[in-house]
């Protein structure tokens, strides 16, 4: 199973780009990088997944980089509700009686402290 | 868009009782799942169900049973609760079809066992 490797936790000034770094040089050819963010006491978010292109939608942008070794979460413009853990997960595919499914294999994340 | 929808929210057991944790989607998944997320640490899957009518072990799922009722719901259930087994438990589901697709959690059960 590919793993991460993220930074315990980080700062960001309210209104400049937070970019979340993330590790996973293990990663398998058809493996997708997906990050998810957990507010305190609240379930998961999904946030963004991408395989090898860039993805942007409206809550985020995702990079990886072309050896696909690691990739950065940009949040543009942070703001202090965006402070929560994210986990950059690289999914586990799982096969069942012919039936595929995504088996997520969370660590420990980066807390994002966004600052006033 | 009620989503993914956990019950009870909140629940203490003693030892040995037993206990279902219910989940419910409304978003016409085939894929649900479940997590526990113990203090500082990040979700381990306990069980998943690709597909309605079958299931399949995560990575910690001693000590619990699931069922995956309907194409809606899914319990898990803690036949003879254990101390160790206190944490938060968390539902979610996604797409099959495109197996790629993101998945919706839940808000979570918390629950303690003393």
């Known amino acids: 199973d590919a793993k991460t490797t993220q930074p315990t936790s980080m700062d960001c000034a309210e209104g400049r780009a937070a970019n979340l770094p993330c590790n996973h040089s293990?990663?398998?050819?058809?493996?997708?990088v997906y990050w998810y963010r957990q507010i305190h006491s609240q379930g998961p978010q999904y946030i963004i997944h991408?395989?090898?292109n860039n993805e942007t939608n409206e809550m985020a942008s995702l990079i990886i980089t072309e050896d696909r070794k690691s990739s950065t979460l940009i949040l543009p413009h942070a703001t202090l509700r965006d402070t929560a853990v994210y986990y950059c997960?690289?999914?586990?595919?799982?096969?069942?009686?012919?039936?595929?499914?995504?088996?997520?294999?969370f660590g420990t994340g980066t807390l994002l402290a966004v600052q006033p | 868009n009620a989503g993914v929808t956990q019950t009870p929210k909140f629940q203490v057991l003693k030892t040995g009782q037993s206990m279902t944790l219910q989940c419910a989607q409304d978003?016409?998944?085939?894929?649900m799942y479940w997590y526990r997320q113990d203090p500082g640490m990040g979700l381990r899957l306990i069980y998943y169900?690709?597909?309605?009518?079958?299931?399949d072990k995560g990575e910690v799922p001693n000590g619990y049973n699931v069922s995956r009722l309907n194409k809606r719901e899914f319990s898990l259930r803690l036949e003879s609760a254990a101390p160790s087994q206190t944490s938060v438990y968390f539902c979610?589901?996604?797409?099959?079809?495109?197996?790629?697709?993101?998945?919706?959690f839940g808000d979570g059960t918390r629950l303690s066992i003393l």
């Open positions: 979610a589901s996604s797409e099959l079809r495109d197996s790629n697709q993101p998945q919706h």
């Open positions: 293990t990663i398998s050819g058809n493996e997708y």
């Open positions: 991408g395989l090898k």
């Open positions: 997960i690289v999914a586990t595919r799982g096969t069942l009686y012919g039936g595929a499914t995504n088996k997520l294999i």
């Open positions: 978003m016409n998944h085939n894929s």
């Open positions: 169900s690709a597909s309605e009518g079958t299931t």
